[in-house]
């Protein structure tokens, strides 16, 4: 079964940092432009962060820039999302996606999808 999984979230406090991980299982991410998205309570999933397929293009959401990092080590099937000094407002939940095309702020044109994993920023 071809499926994206994310794991690394929890509770931090602000100016804490997290590193979230997506394995996948069933394809290989090196074909694939990945990417994370995310959703707080009461509003709309939103792109935080992408990476081209080739790897030397990245894009993030301006809120995150400076403080986020996303990186892919293809011999691992496994992508990153580096979280520093977090904020309150970061507090969503983080989902990893992948498609066989360039980068995407679209969330259902990505064809591996997964479930999400939580991450909480106290004050």
């Known amino acids: 079964q071809r499926q994206v999984v994310e794991s690394g979230g929890g509770l931090v406090q602000a100016g804490g940092s997290l590193r979230l991980s997506c394995t996948a299982s069933g394809l290989t991410l090196r074909a694939y432009a990945m990417a994370w998205f995310r959703q707080a309570p009461g509003k709309e999933r939103e792109g935080v962060s992408c990476i081209r397929i080739s790897g030397r293009g990245t894009y993030y959401l301006d809120s995150v820039k400076g403080r986020f990092s996303i990186s892919r080590d293809n011999a691992k099937n496994t992508l990153y999302l580096q979280m520093d000094n977090l904020k309150p407002e970061d507090t969503a939940m983080y989902y990893c996606?992948?498609?066989?095309?360039?980068?995407?702020?679209?969330?259902?044109?990505?064809?591996?999808r997964g479930q999400g994993t939580q991450v909480t920023v106290s004050s």
């Open positions: 996606a992948a498609r066989p095309a360039d980068c995407s702020g679209t969330w259902i044109s990505y064809t591996y």
